[in-house]
């Protein structure tokens, strides 16, 4: 007999494979998030690579204004080509020093939440096929389509179980009446033993 608004063994099967196929799919993303963290500790290196080339060419621009300082306080007549390069290393100077604040800045941010996510980045690394990626990239592509099913097929049932309960309760109590009325019919003991 079945219950009025109460899933059947096929619903809950239907929907535990559902919910195993969301979960495959979940698993599938790991590949994917680890490879963007590589991918962001890649830019990280890159940017290190960066901030130590706009240092060499700070450094080197400090040379070539000074002597270009040198230049100009030792000479009389100052050349407009002199005054044209000076501006230019000067302009270099200051949208390097731009670029190496903005780096530092934009470093300073990154580096605690990567460093804490090096160990799984590591272990990603270590543990990740690239059948995993691929199963992660599938499962990314179905998400929405899995998130509609369980929203409109699992939560339901998920729902309706939850007045099962109650309703079991009284039908185990309405039995254990049941018996008890049928234990005080004369005779009823009878036809028990012959049953057994």
Same mark, same amino acid.
């Given at each position: 007999?079945?219950? &009025?608004?109460?899933?059947? &063994?096929?619903? @809950?099967?239907?929907?535990?494979?559902?919910?195993?196929?969301?979960?495959?799919?979940?698993?599938?993303?790991?590949?994917?998030?680890?490879?963007?963290? /590589?991918?962001?500790?890649?830019?990280?290196?890159?940017?290190?690579? @960066?901030?130590?080339?706009?240092?060499?060419? %700070?450094?080197?621009? +400090?040379?070539?204004?000074? %002597?270009?300082?040198?230049? @100009?306080?030792?000479?009389?007549?100052?050349? +407009?080509? @002199?005054?044209?390069?000076?501006?230019?290393? +000067?302009?270099? !100077?200051?949208?390097?020093?731009?670029?190496? !604040?903005?780096?530092?800045?934009?470093?300073?941010?990154?580096? &605690?939440?990567?460093?804490?996510?090096?160990?799984?980045?590591?272990?990603?690394?270590?543990?990740? /096929?690239?059948?995993?990626?691929?199963?992660?990239?599938?499962?990314? +592509?179905?998400?929405?389509?899995?998130?509609?099913?369980?929203?409109?097929?699992?939560?339901?049932?998920?729902?309706?179980?939850?007045?099962?309960?109650?309703?079991?309760? /009284?039908?185990?109590?309405?039995?254990?009446?049941?018996?008890?009325?049928?234990?005080?019919? &004369?005779?009823?003991?009878?036809?028990?033993?012959?049953?057994?």
């Amino acid at each position: 007999m079945r219950l &009025p608004g109460v899933p059947g &063994p096929r619903d @809950v099967l239907a929907a535990g494979e559902r919910a195993v196929e969301l979960v495959d799919g979940l698993l599938a993303i790991v590949p994917r998030i680890s490879a963007l963290l /590589d991918a962001a500790e890649r830019l990280l290196d890159e940017a290190r690579d @960066v901030l130590a080339r706009f240092d060499e060419t %700070r450094t080197t621009a +400090d040379v070539l204004i000074a %002597r270009a300082d040198a230049t @100009v306080a030792g000479t009389a007549v100052v050349v +407009d080509g @002199v005054q044209a390069a000076t501006a230019g290393a +000067d302009a270099l !100077v200051v949208a390097a020093a731009a670029a190496q !604040v903005r780096l530092v800045e934009l470093l300073d941010r990154l580096e &605690p939440s990567l460093t804490r996510l090096q160990p799984t980045l590591e272990r990603l690394a270590e543990t990740t /096929d690239p059948r995993e990626v691929d199963a992660l990239v599938g499962l990314v +592509d179905r998400l929405p389509v899995l998130a509609e099913q369980v929203e409109r097929d699992v939560v339901p049932v998920m729902q309706a179980l939850s007045s099962v309960a109650p309703d079991l309760h /009284d039908l185990l109590d309405t039995s254990r009446e049941l018996n008890e009325m049928l234990a005080r019919v &004369p005779g009823i003991s009878r036809l028990r033993g012959r049953d057994d």
